[in-house]
């Protein structure tokens, strides 16, 4: 799971900073602000790729989701764009979750440790 969500979250890097260079043209917002907020969203994004696998971690991942839709509302193309990116976050975590259940399955016949547990 953890390589799927962080993979999204190294996705969601690259368009928040791809999202300040568009919301620079907006004459209302300084570029200080566009870049501190920018700036911040993306080393949470990055920050976030260690907590995966931390109690609270996916939870956290969701609220970030939700602050990327909301980002809509300055930057419109990013309603879509965070629909989009939630939606491949909770592909991430399901199918993570699926591929790390195989996984243990996979280890538990073979009589062996699962990979992670190492």
């Known amino acids: 799971m953890r390589m ?3 993979s999204t979250l190294i996705g969601e890097f690259f ?3 791809f999202a300040g260079l568009v ?3 907006d004459p209302s917002l300084t570029m200080g602000t566009v870049w501190t907020v920018s700036g911040i969203a993306m080393a949470l994004s990055v920050l976030l790729c260690g907590l995966i696998t931390r109690p609270g971690g996916v939870a956290l991942g969701w609220a970030f989701q939700i ?3 909301a980002s809509g509302f300055v930057v419109p193309s ?4 965070g629909v989009a990116f ?3 976050w909770w592909a991430s ?3 993570g979750r699926k591929i790390d259940e195989a996984k ?3 280890a538990a016949q073979q009589g062996s440790p699962p990979a992670d547990a190492v």
């Open 104 to 106: 243990a399955r996979f």
């Open 86 to 88: 939630a939606a491949l």
């Open 23 to 25: 919301a620079m043209k």
């Open 78 to 81: 990013m309603f879509f764009l």
């Open 93 to 95: 975590v399901h199918y």
């Open 15 to 17: 368009v928040i900073g």
């Open 67 to 69: 602050v990327l839709i």
């Open 4 to 6: 799927l969500c962080a």
